[in-house]
């Protein structure tokens, strides 16, 4: 069973930038797609950007396309979010997830693996 812990969050302005870690442990990933999703206070937990691991394929959302970029190492087992151009929109708690399957997709709840969340505060 692998367990998820991220790093990274924080507070930054408008247009700045972010870069959130996902570290892995108790599994090798290369059977995963590991994800990233948000939930901001009221709203319902959204998907941002999912990667298979071995293929390093990858989704984005629309509203992130072209500003975040995920990525992985695999010798350290670790998944990054590179977060650009910040917007006041992209306040949330952003939360790793995997799942075991090289098939990436959007429904959180095909998810089984989640780490803790890390705040993300962008003002303007």
């Known amino acids: 069973q692998v367990q998820l812990v991220e790093t990274g969050g924080g507070s930054v302005q408008a247009g700045g930038s972010l870069t959130l870690s996902c570290a892995a442990s108790g599994d090798t990933l290369w059977s995963y797609t590991m994800g990233w999703f948000r939930q901001a206070p009221g709203n319902e937990r959204e998907f941002v950007s999912a990667?298979?691991?071995?293929?390093?394929?990858?989704d984005y959302a629309d509203s992130v396309k072209g500003r975040f970029t995920i990525s992985r190492d695999n010798a350290k087992n670790t998944m990054y979010l590179q977060m650009n151009s910040l917007k006041p929109e992209d306040t949330a708690v952003y939360y790793c997830?995997?799942?075991?399957?090289?098939?990436?997709?959007?429904?959180?709840?095909?998810?089984?693996?989640w780490g803790q969340g890390t705040q993300v505060t962008v003002s303007s």
């Open positions: 990667i298979s691991w071995r293929s390093g394929n990858t």
């Open positions: 997830a995997g799942r075991r399957s090289p098939i990436r997709v959007h429904n959180s709840a095909l998810y089984g693996y």
